[in-house]
């Protein structure tokens, strides 16, 4: 009785560790947030989810890419700011992309 209560706890924690090593883009998208949506010098991209994870993030002026970034985010929650101050005033979106999918998209306007 006490192998098999030891081989319980014993796997726990290794079935956990499987689950949440596998990020899917659906649940993380949720857990993304790109504020203020009216941007006069920059705005702060919040990726609240623990998991490392590679994004492109693009942002573009009438389906015109005008800046693009890398972000290696580790383990832990991050943020990262973002400056548009040498931006034209208008409408902006921003994506963010995994491994060449679209995760989220964020529309903004710079004042």
């Not at 030891?6 to 883009?25: E, H, R, T, V, W």
């Not at 929650?77 to 992309?97: E, R």
Request: glycine letters at 2%; charged letters at 20%.
């Amino acid at each position: 009785m006490k192998k098999i209560v030891l081989l319980l706890l014993l796997s726990f924690p290794i079935i956990a560790f499987a689950q949440n090593d596998n990020i899917s883009n659906e649940n993380i998208a949720l857990q993304m947030t790109f504020s203020p949506a009216e941007v006069t010098a920059s705005a702060v991209l919040e990726l609240n989810y623990e998991g490392a994870q590679d994004l492109t993030l693009k942002v573009f002026k009438d389906n015109i890419v005008v800046e693009e970034q890398t972000i290696a985010k580790g383990n832990m929650p991050f943020a990262k700011k973002l400056d548009f101050s040498t931006f034209a005033s208008g409408p902006y979106t921003v994506k963010l992309f995994s491994a060449d999918t679209e995760v989220k998209q964020f529309s903004i306007t710079k004042l």
